[in-house]
Every structure is written in structure tokens, then in C-alpha cells.
Antibody, heavy 123, light 107 residues
Framework: QVQLQESGPGLVKPSETLSLTCTVSGDSIIGDYWGWVRQPPGKGLEWIGSIYYSGGSNNRGSSNYNPSLKSRVTISLDTSKNQFSLSLHSVTAADTAVYYC???????????WGQGTLVTVSS | DIQLTQSPAFLSASIGDRVTITCRASQAINSYLAWYQQKPGKAPKLLIYAASTLQGGVPSRFSGSGSGTEFTLTVSSLQPEDFATYYCQQLNTYPLTFGGGTKVEIK
């Protein structure tokens, strides 16, 4: 049974970079799709992006991002730690949300989720 | 982006009721649709993918149907643990988008 756990600062200042890590246990991150979803307080879900890595020394993985965030977001992998990460630059109060990491299934649905972590953007 | 419109946004029902939630897509997405259940303070849980395939461990009272632009999630007999918010998500085209959610509350 795969388990995912988000970690990172709960408070980020405006204009700075939000950085979160998702640690995966029970499954290798190689050969699967992994993604991030966020949920502002009291609101609905927003897909941030996803990444896939098939392995191989010359393969850095392929990623897809929500165009509404594309210029500010990067998702990366660390296969040595079985983790993947989210970086969101130049944050504003509108980026305050619970951030979830997820394993995506064959149909691109988010099959397994982390518990979520609240990130507040405030000075 | 593909827009998903869920209806109703809010639903009041009793234990044992049959409940149906609709999700309409702004363009055809074949059967590339998932349904999630979310309880307060918890991560969403995948119920159905490929429009009608039940995720492992999900009770059979949940079912999904539809293709193209119109989809439904049905709960055949609502149980106390089913009171939650439900979201649809299209899986056909990036960016993967969610519907606005349907909150199911106790009448």
C-alpha cells in the first residue's frame, strides 16, 4: 500500500518561493505519474501539475503544469530519496491553500493521496 | 481548459435515499472522468475512474455512468458515512480540471 507524506514550511512570505516535498513509501516513484493538487480554504480542488519518470540516466522525466501557474511552478523528482517536490515562485495570498501530493493511476486519476499540508502566504 | 459543471452544488438527503450528482463537460472527454469523495479536514478519496469503474474497496452502492459530455454519480442508498463533498475531474486533456463540487448533507 503506497503512502505519501507532504512536508515543508507552513508559512511563506509574499513574493517568496513555496517549496514542498512529498515522500513516497511502499512504491517506487520510477514508472508512475505523481502530481500536486491544492485547495484554498473553503473552496474546491485545483490541479497544479504532474511528473513522470521512466528511469534511465539520460531521462529527466516529463511534466505537465496548469497553465494558470505554469510560469511559476516546477515539479521535480529525487529518485535517491523516493521523493518528488513542488516549487511555486512569487507567491501571493491567493496561493494560500492545503497542498496535496498524489499518485496518479493509469487513467490519470489521483489514486492515492497524502494527508495534505496547509501553506499560508502572509508577511 | 475544459470546464466541468456539477449540479446540484448542494444536496440535502436522508439515509437510504437514492442520490444522483451530474457533471457536465464543456467539450467531449470520452470516458475520461473520475469521481472523488472528500470529508472535512481529509484528503479526497477516489471513488470511480473511467466514468464507471469502481476503485478497489469502494462500496457497490456507488456507481458512475456517462460518456462524452454528461456524467452521473449515483449512490443507491445513502449511508451516514456518505455525507461529504463530491468532485468530478476530467482526465482527458491537460490541464486536468475539477468540477466545483457537490456537498451532500443530512436532511
Amino acid at each position: 500500500q503506497v503512502q505519501l507524506q507532504e512536508s515543508g514550511p507552513g508559512l511563506v512570505k509574499p513574493s517568496e518561493t513555496l517549496s514542498l516535498t512529498c515522500t513516497v513509501s511502499g512504491d517506487s516513484i520510477i514508472g508512475d505519474y505523481w502530481g500536486w493538487v491544492r485547495q484554498p480554504p473553503g473552496k474546491g480542488l485545483e490541479w497544479i501539475g504532474s511528473i513522470y519518470y521512466s528511469g534511465g540516466s539520460n531521462n529527466r522525466g516529463s511534466s505537465n503544469y496548469n497553465p494558470s501557474l505554469k510560469s511559476r511552478v516546477t515539479i521535480s523528482l529525487d529518485t535517491s530519496k523516493n521523493q518528488f517536490s513542488l516549487s511555486l515562485h512569487s507567491v501571493t495570498a491567493a496561493d494560500t491553500a492545503v497542498y496535496y501530493c498524489a499518485r496518479m493511476g493509469v487513467w490519470s486519476s489521483a489514486d492515492d493521496w497524502g494527508q495534505g499540508t496547509l501553506v499560508t502566504v502572509s508577511s | 481548459d475544459i470546464q466541468l459543471t456539477q449540479s446540484p452544488a448542494f444536496l440535502s438527503a436522508s439515509i437510504g435515499d437514492r442520490v444522483t450528482i451530474t457533471c457536465r463537460a464543456s467539450q467531449a472527454i470520452n470516458s475520461y472522468l473520475a469521481w472523488y469523495q472528500q470529508k472535512p479536514g481529509k484528503a479526497p478519496k477516489l471513488l470511480i475512474y473511467a466514468a464507471s469503474t469502481l476503485q478497489g474497496g469502494v462500496p457497490s452502492r456507488f456507481s458512475g455512468s456517462g460518456s462524452g459530455t454528461e456524467f452521473t454519480l449515483t449512490v443507491s442508498s445513502l449511508q451516514p458515512e456518505d455525507f461529504a463533498t463530491y468532485y468530478c475531474q476530467q482526465l482527458n486533456t491537460y490541464p486536468l480540471t475539477f468540477g466545483g463540487g457537490t456537498k451532500v448533507e443530512i436532511k
